[in-house]
């Protein structure tokens, strides 16, 4: 440690026991200190540490250099507060994580290219650029901070230039402080797909004349910033976030009950991004002082350039105090302007202390240039002409969004294949009074993506998708985002095959899936129907339709419809229908004379969940969810809801005319928490349950309200081996209606009574009020399904050991091989 040069050059460092330690407060810190890696070897284990003290000590100067190095399962931990006048680089490094590292004396499993635990940065610099990093485990971080990290006088912190594959997130900090004139940069690195650039998890403040700079960075992710935690800006400082493209996701994503003050002095710069469904997730300076300034515009949100206060607003962009304009520059949004003298042709004029492009307050560590560009991909053919379809080809192997400016795409019998095919439907750049797209006949195959990508402010007078016919073999069909008024997406008679895990960027997906989305909404008059298609799974845990991130939501006289479908689901774990919700939304929200419908649909094979329902459900004012007609074999639930289920203001659930083959081993429909209801019917009748060990509980409830309840629960002739009552765990305050086969139809057991003006003399039919639609009279009419006929609806390459009772909800019935 008394050594003031240390050079390790072509060195191999391999095993979990070749750990090297520098104690940098034990080295002769009166004179300079260097150490460097060159082209050496860490592999299994291995890693090297730079150990501080509990205060950064004074130096001459310490210089580290790690460059031309090659990580197998590996790390650079930096830990504590490092002596003043550090210079560290680490820099041209291939990695591959497929092993945690755990460091001595750590309880940490270390998943990450550098770690930094606890550490403090004064008057010093840390460079990691040129990195080329592959994880094989999908909760990596590239770069990982534990604890605080702190960087003051005028310390600089910059990662650029790095490319990471398969991590979560580019950098997770615990807690991030930046005073001082102090700088974190993280510039022009990519990732190809994965959760987030910056993961903040408990609090950030950027203090003094500081600045925190996430640009230039692209990558298919769900958000560039997570925001787990507050926020704090004050003091003359800046966040500039310019010139990100972060695919199908959002800038800047804050969870609930997260705080972002700023004060009046501060400025944040949101210029020249791409971004999916929506910009910010949630407005960020809800909380600001007055006379702060926010400089946004020239940004791009699904394939939508928004240009105005408006459109910025309506993108969950607010509080905006300059609208920037595209190709144009000024001080104080481009720069940091306490020390910018001018802009001249967008070029920042930096006053003394002012270093960098755009006049940082700290040092811009020196660095290798940015590594070559990669071979441009194959050109794709150009989108026919309107009334034309792209036709009978195999497309190149691309990542590419279509749609800008047209309202007609057609694709027939094209074939799709790879896992670096992606095709993107931007409806946000569509046109027209009305826009079609469709895909007919069309084989998606071996990783390949189609995500149709919605925005509720498309310029489109009404929107129609139709995706028929199609062969999704593991591949995926992605419906995703807030879709315009008077959209219709038919998805009919297709067959999907999974056998593996499936993964799109921006989509967290953790089991394989056949449609899988991060949200979907319709509403004014919108459809989504998904009918008489084949699903089709060989792995377990799987699910059909999964809502992986934010909820299913359905309002102002739309529906949601899934019938007629065909379920070979493989293991017996598998979920059908997964809405998985959030922390900040529900799993599903029905409103205002909408309707969910699942009906007709044949599951051959066991399963765990018909449908699971997260989180939260909400179906309020006039809308219905109805499940009717499905036929199954045993599961362990079929309608299950995690979180409370809200029923409000005349509206209908209908769980009736089901068969379950075997009986449920818990309930057929179980509600995990509460239910409440206000003028509101729970309907569950006519199901039937042929074979099982014990009499199935049909409905199950385990608590009360928590709100006066004065809507109705109504349970009629549900059997058990065609005669034997089923039966009922509900809290009595419910003071539920339980009917057995022999009494009267009641009106709520077969019609919505909010649209209904009387049944029939037995009850069981009804008679539709004006707005009432259909047999059940429904707030909506639910789309019939397209005929099957010349559909391929046939049962292939399965094994069937349970007993399976052919046309059930279909006209076809073939089995081959």
């Given at each position: 440690?008394?050594?003031?040069?240390?050079?390790?050059?072509?060195?191999?460092?391999?095993?979990?026991g070749a750990?090297?330690?520098?104690?940098?407060?034990?080295?002769?810190l009166?004179?300079?200190?260097?150490?460097?890696?060159?082209?050496?070897?860490?592999?299994?284990?291995?890693?090297?540490?730079f150990?501080?003290?509990?205060?950064?000590?004074?130096?001459?100067?310490?210089l580290?250099?790690?460059?031309?190095?090659?990580m197998?399962?590996?790390?650079?931990?930096?830990i504590?507060?490092?002596?003043q006048?550090?210079?560290?680089?680490?820099?041209?490094?291939?990695?591959?994580?497929?092993?945690?590292?755990?460091?001595?004396?750590?309880?940490?499993?270390?998943?990450?290219?550098?770690?930094?635990?606890?550490v403090?940065?004064?008057?010093s610099?840390?460079?990691?650029?040129?990195?080329?990093?592959?994880?094989?485990?999908?909760d990596?971080?590239?770069?990982?901070s534990?604890g605080?990290?702190?960087?003051?006088?005028?310390?600089?912190?910059?990662?650029?230039?790095?490319?990471f594959?398969?991590?979560?997130?580019l950098?997770?900090?615990?807690?991030?402080?930046?005073?001082d004139h102090?700088v974190?940069?993280?510039?022009n690195?990519?990732m190809a797909s994965?959760?987030?650039?910056?993961?903040?998890?408990h609090?950030?403040?950027?203090s003094?004349?500081s600045?925190?700079?996430?640009?230039?960075?692209?990558?298919?992710?769900?958000?560039?910033i997570?925001?787990?935690?507050?926020?704090?800006?004050?003091?003359?400082?800046?966040?500039?976030?310019?010139?990100?493209?972060?695919?199908?996701?959002?800038?800047?994503?804050?969870?609930?009950?997260t705080s972002?003050?700023m004060?009046?002095?501060?400025?944040v710069t949101?210029?020249?991004?791409?971004?999916g469904?929506?910009?910010?997730?949630?407005?960020?300076?809800?909380?600001?002082?007055?006379?702060?300034?926010?400089?946004?515009?020239?940004?791009?949100?699904?394939?939508?350039?928004?240009?105005?206060?408006?459109?910025?607003?309506l993108?969950?962009i607010?509080?905006?105090?300059?609208?920037?304009v595209?190709?144009?520059?000024?001080?104080?949004?481009?720069?940091?302007?306490?020390?910018?003298?001018?802009?001249i042709?967008?070029?920042?004029q930096?006053?003394?202390?002012?270093?960098?492009?755009?006049?940082?307050?700290?040092?811009?560590?020196?660095?290798?240039p940015?590594?070559?560009?990669?071979p441009?991909?194959p050109?794709?053919p150009?989108?026919?002409?309107?009334?034309?379809?792209?036709?009978?080809?195999?497309?190149?192997?691309?990542?590419?969004?279509?749609?800008?400016?047209?309202?007609?795409?057609?694709?027939?019998?094209?074939t799709?294949?790879?896992?670096?095919?992606?095709?993107?439907?931007?409806?946000?750049?569509?046109?027209?009074d009305v826009?079609?797209?469709?895909?007919?006949?069309?084989?998606?195959?071996?990783?390949?993506?189609?995500?149709?990508l919605?925005n509720?402010h498309?310029?489109?007078?009404?929107?129609?998708?139709?995706?028929t016919?199609?062969?999704f073999?593991?591949?995926?069909?992605s419906?995703e985002?807030v879709f315009p008024p008077?959209t219709?997406?038919?998805?009919?008679g297709n067959?999907?095959?999974?056998?593996r895990l499936?993964?799109?960027p921006g989509?967290?997906?953790d089991?394989?899936?056949?449609?899988?989305?991060?949200?979907l909404a319709i509403?004014n008059?919108?459809a989504?129907?998904?009918?008489?298609?084949?699903?089709?799974?060989?792995t377990?845990?799987?699910?059909a339709?999964?809502i992986?991130l934010f909820?299913?939501?359905?309002?102002?006289?739309s529906?949601?419809?899934?019938?007629?479908?065909?379920f070979?689901?493989?293991g017996?774990?598998?979920?059908?229908?997964?809405?998985?919700g959030?922390?900040?939304?529900?799993s599903?929200s029905?409103l205002?004379?909408?309707?969910v419908?699942?009906?007709?649909?044949?599951?051959?094979?066991?399963?765990?969940y018909?449908?699971l329902?997260?989180r939260?459900?909400g179906?309020?004012?006039?809308?219905?969810?109805?499940f009717?007609?499905n036929?199954?074999?045993?599961?362990?639930?079929?309608?299950?809801?995690?979180?409370?289920?809200n029923?409000?203001?005349n509206?209908?659930l209908h769980?009736?005319?089901?068969?379950?083959r075997?009986?449920p081993?818990?309930?057929?429909?179980?509600?995990?928490?509460?239910?409440?209801?206000?003028?509101s019917?729970?309907?569950?009748s006519?199901?039937?349950?042929?074979f099982?060990?014990?009499?199935?509980t049909?409905?199950r409830?385990?608590?009360?309200?928590?709100?006066?309840?004065?809507g109705a629960?109504v349970?009629?002739?549900?059997?058990?081996?065609?005669d034997?009552?089923?039966?009922?765990?509900i809290?009595s305050?419910?003071?539920?209606?339980i009917?057995?086969?022999?009494d009267?139809?009641?009106?709520?057991?077969?019609?919505?009574?909010?649209?209904?003006?009387t049944?029939?003399s037995d009850g069981?039919?009804?008679?539709?009020?004006e707005?009432?639609?259909?047999?059940?009279?429904?707030?909506?009419a639910?789309p019939?399904?397209?005929?099957?006929?010349?559909?391929?609806?046939?049962?292939?390459?399965?094994?069937?050991d349970?007993?399976?009772?052919?046309?059930?909800?279909?006209?076809?019935a073939?089995y081959v091989?």
């Amino acid at each position: 440690m008394w050594k003031t040069h240390h050079c390790y050059m072509g060195v191999t460092f391999s095993g979990v026991g070749a750990v090297l330690t520098f104690f940098l407060d034990s080295m002769p810190l009166h004179f300079p200190i260097n150490i460097t890696f060159t082209r050496c070897t860490f592999r299994e284990g291995a890693a090297v540490q730079f150990v501080g003290g509990v205060e950064a000590s004074d130096s001459t100067g310490v210089l580290i250099r790690v460059s031309q190095t090659v990580m197998r399962s590996s790390v650079v931990a930096f830990i504590r507060a490092l002596p003043q006048r550090c210079d560290i680089a680490i820099t041209e490094v291939d990695a591959v994580q497929s092993s945690a590292v755990q460091l001595p004396h750590t309880r940490i499993n270390i998943l990450s290219v550098v770690l930094l635990q606890n550490v403090l940065l004064s008057a010093s610099t840390l460079l990691v650029s040129n990195v080329r990093a592959h994880s094989t485990k999908r909760d990596a971080y590239g770069l990982y901070s534990t604890g605080t990290l702190l960087l003051v006088g005028g310390s600089s912190l910059y990662v650029r230039y790095c490319s990471f594959d398969g991590y979560m997130h580019l950098l997770y900090v615990h807690r991030l402080i930046v005073r001082d004139h102090s700088v974190f940069a993280l510039l022009n690195n990519t990732m190809a797909s994965g959760t987030s650039l910056l993961y903040q998890k408990h609090g950030l403040g950027v203090s003094d004349h500081s600045v925190l700079r996430v640009v230039g960075n692209s990558g298919s992710l769900s958000y560039a910033i997570f925001a787990d935690d507050s926020w704090t800006v004050q003091q003359s400082s800046w966040l500039d976030w310019r010139d990100n493209e972060v695919g199908v996701g959002a800038m800047l994503h804050e969870i609930e009950f997260t705080s972002f003050a700023m004060d009046g002095s501060s400025v944040v710069t949101l210029t020249g991004c791409k971004m999916g469904w929506i910009g910010l997730s949630v407005s960020p300076l809800s909380q600001a002082d007055a006379g702060y300034r926010f400089f946004a515009g020239c940004l791009t949100v699904a394939g939508r350039v928004l240009t105005t206060a408006a459109e910025l607003e309506l993108n969950g962009i607010t509080n905006v105090t300059t609208v920037a304009v595209c190709g144009e520059c000024t001080r104080d949004g481009d720069c940091f302007a306490p020390l910018t003298t001018a802009v001249i042709d967008c070029r920042c004029q930096c006053a003394a202390g002012g270093h960098g492009d755009v006049c940082v307050p700290a040092p811009v560590p020196a660095g290798p240039p940015p590594p070559p560009s990669p071979p441009p991909p194959p050109v794709p053919p150009p989108v026919p002409p309107v009334g034309e379809c792209l036709s009978d080809m195999v497309y190149p192997e691309v990542v590419q969004a279509v749609g800008s400016g047209l309202s007609w795409l057609c694709y027939r019998n094209v074939t799709f294949s790879g896992g670096g095919m992606s095709l993107t439907v931007l409806v946000g750049a569509m046109t027209g009074d009305v826009a079609n797209v469709t895909f007919d006949g069309c084989t998606w195959r071996d990783g390949a993506v189609l995500l149709l990508l919605g925005n509720a402010h498309a310029a489109v007078g009404s929107l129609n998708i139709v995706v028929t016919g199609n062969t999704f073999s593991d591949a995926l069909l992605s419906p995703e985002g807030v879709f315009p008024p008077h959209t219709n997406i038919t998805i009919s008679g297709n067959r999907f095959t999974v056998t593996r895990l499936i993964l799109r960027p921006g989509l967290g997906l953790d089991s394989p899936s056949c449609v899988a989305m991060n949200v979907l909404a319709i509403s004014n008059d919108s459809a989504v129907v998904l009918s008489s298609n084949v699903f089709q799974s060989v792995t377990t845990s799987s699910s059909a339709i999964h809502i992986v991130l934010f909820e299913l939501r359905v309002s102002w006289h739309s529906v949601f419809a899934v019938m007629g479908n065909t379920f070979h689901m493989a293991g017996g774990n598998g979920t059908l229908m997964y809405l998985k919700g959030s922390r900040n939304s529900p799993s599903l929200s029905v409103l205002n004379n909408s309707a969910v419908v699942i009906r007709g649909n044949v599951v051959t094979r066991p399963v765990q969940y018909f449908i699971l329902f997260r989180r939260a459900l909400g179906v309020e004012s006039h809308s219905a969810v109805v499940f009717q007609g499905n036929e199954m074999q045993g599961s362990s639930v079929v309608f299950i809801s995690g979180k409370s289920f809200n029923l409000y203001y005349n509206s209908w659930l209908h769980l009736s005319g089901n068969l379950c083959r075997v009986s449920p081993l818990r309930a057929f429909a179980f509600f995990y928490h509460r239910v409440n209801l206000r003028d509101s019917t729970v309907s569950v009748s006519g199901n039937q349950f042929i074979f099982g060990t014990d009499t199935p509980t049909v409905l199950r409830i385990s608590t009360g309200p928590n709100e006066p309840t004065n809507g109705a629960i109504v349970a009629a002739c549900n059997t058990v081996y065609g005669d034997e009552e089923a039966k009922y765990s509900i809290p009595s305050v419910y003071n539920a209606i339980i009917l057995t086969c022999n009494d009267p139809c009641i009106l709520a057991t077969s019609c919505f009574p909010a649209y209904t003006t009387t049944a029939s003399s037995d009850g069981c039919a009804c008679t539709c009020a004006e707005g009432g639609h259909g047999d059940a009279c429904l707030p909506v009419a639910v789309p019939e399904p397209p005929s099957t006929d010349g559909a391929d609806l046939c049962v292939r390459d399965v094994r069937v050991d349970v007993e399976v009772n052919a046309g059930f909800g279909t006209s076809v019935a073939c089995y081959v091989g």
